[in-house]
């Protein structure tokens, strides 16, 4: 790199360590894309035996597994494994915020698939539960919550959340309205 506004010109040594550890990278690469067994040997060496000058260090650490997908999810949602599943994607929530299965427009769309179109009311309340964990504030996590409740026949659960929603927005007529109507059952 030639000197430019903020950053002086590259030094030789920093150029060294430059083709040094794009040395490595391109081994990286032909060893594990293309199986090519010198790079896979090359790679097996100290970086000190190829450049004694080198400070460079490599650590080898073990694959993460891949995190849980949305099509093993539904999968398992259907198997009836929802609540392993789940606690798969909120191992997830420091590491991944923004995967796809903690977005509260993915676990909606969830719901209203596997509960509404395929009735499978059981195996998708635990996902309602994880969706209303989510987003408490969200009404529509609430309100599915409690019809989740009404659907699997535990009325006593549907009751407590709408109260404890009506509470929170007095406002909300189709809730209150809910809320009695549970009351009377």
């Known amino acids: 790199r ?4 903020w950053y002086p010109a590259a030094t030789p040594e920093a150029l ?19 199986q090519d067994t010198k790079s896979l040997v ?24 891949a995190s849980i997908t949305y099509a093993r999810f539904v999968q ?8 392993q599943a789940i606690e798969e994607v909120r191992a997830l929530r420091e590491a991944q915020p923004d995967h796809i299965l903690l977005k509260e427009s993915y676990l909606e769309r969830l719901v209203y698939s596997l509960g509404g179109t395929w009735g499978l009311a ?14 408490p504030s969200s009404t529509r996590a609430q309100r599915n919550l409690a ?13 407590e959340v709408y109260t404890s929603f009506v509470e929170r927005n007095p406002e909300d007529s189709f809730s209150r309205s809910r809320l009695d109507w549970l009351r009377s059952q």
Do not use: C, R
């Open 42 to 65: 090359f790679l097996s060496q100290n970086p000190k035996d190829s450049n004694p000058d080198s400070t460079m260090s490599l650590e080898h650490q073990t694959a993460a597994p």
């Open 122 to 135: 059981e195996e998708i309340l635990p996902v309602i539960k994880f969706w209303a964990e989510l987003y």
């Open 147 to 159: 019809e989740g409740h009404i659907d699997v026949g535990d009325y006593s659960a549907a009751i």
């Open 76 to 83: 398992a949602v259907i198997a009836g494994q929802a609540v």
């Open 16 to 34: 060294e360590g430059y083709k040094f550890v794009s040395h490595y990278v391109a081994n990286f690469f032909a060893a594990y894309l293309t």
């Open 2 to 5: 030639n000197d430019m506004k």
